[in-house]
């Protein structure tokens, strides 16, 4: 049975808020259950009903989730993916602490990295390889080979460590062919390196559970995606956020998530003029933004300049620009979830943590239908679209399905 009492300090609020009613959009059938009456007297509400569009509604709940390897479950682990401008000693004294994981970029039949890994030990980081195809299509060693070798060696150090295994771009592979050489190289790497994460890493955050490059939930243990803020002559061409939003609630249900990496470019890609402050305070505004993504495990920065992609240029790096790497000290300081050190996981017991579903409020509020049947959920046949996507209004979803979770919250 559902805790009513929970809704009664907000019920008393809601008696004592009086605002216009919002105007009728056709089309979409009103709702008048717990959704609609916070939307239509709650004065966080009362701005939406200028609006003629949807607006995004995270409907927030709590479940529980198996804990992942190394996930903290309410911390944010550092870290950095350097350029050839900096060490990473450099970066750690501009950033004022230890980060808890650096990145190391590996092609299968290079040497196997074992100093650089001794340097990260020394520093208390745990490495992350992002593992890509061999660079020669003349090299005849068997794919497998250049696998079991990486995994062997790693796996002799007895440490922890993250493996992003192909990362999207990094290959050439068609979805089966992707599929069946990273689950191979999974088995592989709980056989030599268990203490091994193993992390799918999409292309951008429109990948989705049903992007035919996705593995399974079996072969993944963390889930990652880059985040690139870019500037155009008008400033940041878009929030990455918005993206971001859609990525986390596709995945964070049976993940933890990991930015690999995020970047922030001063520099226009359009009159190549720098914006120092304006990066410093999009810094500032993301780090403190993951902040509020329950299973965000790990943000890391790019640092690196000179980067080329879709005609134009980015300077993402940070670390040679006092005020920048100033503004990443701040924002991995001021927000105490940021730890610099990795938390082995004593237990396996299952934890309540907080996830959203992605919903809309137009005149009601609206699930989305493909999380909805994901968790087991059978949709209504009463369904809109918004935009690319199918949503069901949430009066006809089962009441069943929020009675377990505790507590239901609305929130802008």
């Given at each position: 049975m559902c805790k009513?009492?929970?809704l009664l300090p907000f019920l008393l609020l809601l008696a004592a808020?009086?605002?216009?009613?919002?105007?009728e959009i056709t089309g979409i059938p009103r709702t008048r259950g717990i959704g609609a009456a916070a939307a239509q007297t709650d004065e966080l509400y009362a701005h939406i009903y200028e609006e003629t569009t949807p607006t995004r509604l995270p409907v927030l709940y709590t479940a529980p989730a198996n804990p992942a390897m190394y996930e903290t479950f309410g911390?944010?682990?550092?870290?950095?993916?350097?350029?050839s401008h900096t060490t990473k000693r450099e970066f750690v004294a501009g950033a004022g602490t230890n980060q808890a994981v650096f990145v190391y970029e590996y092609r299968l039949g290079e040497d196997f990295p074992a100093t650089w890994l001794l340097q990260s030990m020394a520093m208390m980081a745990t490495p992350l390889f992002t593992i890509h195809q061999p660079l020669c299509d003349e090299d005849e060693t068997p794919i497998g080979e250049h696998i079991a070798y990486f995994a062997k060696r790693l796996g002799s150090f007895r440490l922890p460590a993250f493996v992003a295994f192909y990362p999207a771009g990094s290959h050439n592979l068609v979805p089966a062919e992707y599929s069946l050489i990273f689950r191979y190289a999974r088995a592989l790497f709980l056989e030599h390196a268990p203490l091994a994460a193993f992390v799918w890493v999409a292309t951008d955050a429109t990948a989705t559970r049903r992007n035919p490059f996705f593995p399974g939930h079996d072969a993944v243990d963390w889930v990652g995606v880059p985040l690139f803020a870019r500037r155009d002559a008008n400033?940041?061409?878009g929030d990455v956020l918005n993206g971001f939003e859609h990525f986390y609630s596709q995945f964070h249900a049976h993940h933890p998530i990991m930015v690999l990496p995020l970047g922030v470019s001063h520099l226009s890609r359009v009159d190549y003029v720098y914006s120092i402050e304006a990066a410093?305070?999009?810094?500032?505004?993301l780090y403190h933004a993951m902040a509020n993504f329950p299973r965000v495990g790990l943000v890391v920065y790019a640092d690196a300049f000179g980067l080329h992609s879709g005609g134009g240029q980015d300077d993402f790096a940070i670390s040679i620009e006092s005020e920048l790497i100033a503004a990443y000290r701040q924002a991995i300081h001021v927000n105490d979830v940021y730890v610099n050190l990795l938390v082995k996981n004593s237990d396996d017991k299952t934890r309540l943590v907080r996830h959203n579903l992605a919903g809309y409020y137009y005149n009601g509020i609206f699930i989305d239908t493909e999380i909805l049947s994901d968790r087991g959920i059978n949709v209504p046949r009463a369904t809109?679209?918004?935009?690319?996507?199918?949503f069901v209004d949430i009066e006809r979803v089962p009441r069943a399905m929020f009675c377990e979770r505790r507590q239901v919250i609305f929130i802008r």
């Amino acid at each position: 049975m559902c805790k009513i009492f929970l809704l009664l300090p907000f019920l008393l609020l809601l008696a004592a808020c009086q605002v216009d009613s919002p105007p009728e959009i056709t089309g979409i059938p009103r709702t008048r259950g717990i959704g609609a009456a916070a939307a239509q007297t709650d004065e966080l509400y009362a701005h939406i009903y200028e609006e003629t569009t949807p607006t995004r509604l995270p409907v927030l709940y709590t479940a529980p989730a198996n804990p992942a390897m190394y996930e903290t479950f309410g911390g944010i682990y550092t870290g950095a993916w350097l350029g050839s401008h900096t060490t990473k000693r450099e970066f750690v004294a501009g950033a004022g602490t230890n980060q808890a994981v650096f990145v190391y970029e590996y092609r299968l039949g290079e040497d196997f990295p074992a100093t650089w890994l001794l340097q990260s030990m020394a520093m208390m980081a745990t490495p992350l390889f992002t593992i890509h195809q061999p660079l020669c299509d003349e090299d005849e060693t068997p794919i497998g080979e250049h696998i079991a070798y990486f995994a062997k060696r790693l796996g002799s150090f007895r440490l922890p460590a993250f493996v992003a295994f192909y990362p999207a771009g990094s290959h050439n592979l068609v979805p089966a062919e992707y599929s069946l050489i990273f689950r191979y190289a999974r088995a592989l790497f709980l056989e030599h390196a268990p203490l091994a994460a193993f992390v799918w890493v999409a292309t951008d955050a429109t990948a989705t559970r049903r992007n035919p490059f996705f593995p399974g939930h079996d072969a993944v243990d963390w889930v990652g995606v880059p985040l690139f803020a870019r500037r155009d002559a008008n400033g940041f061409a878009g929030d990455v956020l918005n993206g971001f939003e859609h990525f986390y609630s596709q995945f964070h249900a049976h993940h933890p998530i990991m930015v690999l990496p995020l970047g922030v470019s001063h520099l226009s890609r359009v009159d190549y003029v720098y914006s120092i402050e304006a990066a410093a305070d999009e810094i500032m505004r993301l780090y403190h933004a993951m902040a509020n993504f329950p299973r965000v495990g790990l943000v890391v920065y790019a640092d690196a300049f000179g980067l080329h992609s879709g005609g134009g240029q980015d300077d993402f790096a940070i670390s040679i620009e006092s005020e920048l790497i100033a503004a990443y000290r701040q924002a991995i300081h001021v927000n105490d979830v940021y730890v610099n050190l990795l938390v082995k996981n004593s237990d396996d017991k299952t934890r309540l943590v907080r996830h959203n579903l992605a919903g809309y409020y137009y005149n009601g509020i609206f699930i989305d239908t493909e999380i909805l049947s994901d968790r087991g959920i059978n949709v209504p046949r009463a369904t809109i679209d918004i935009g690319d996507r199918t949503f069901v209004d949430i009066e006809r979803v089962p009441r069943a399905m929020f009675c377990e979770r505790r507590q239901v919250i609305f929130i802008r």
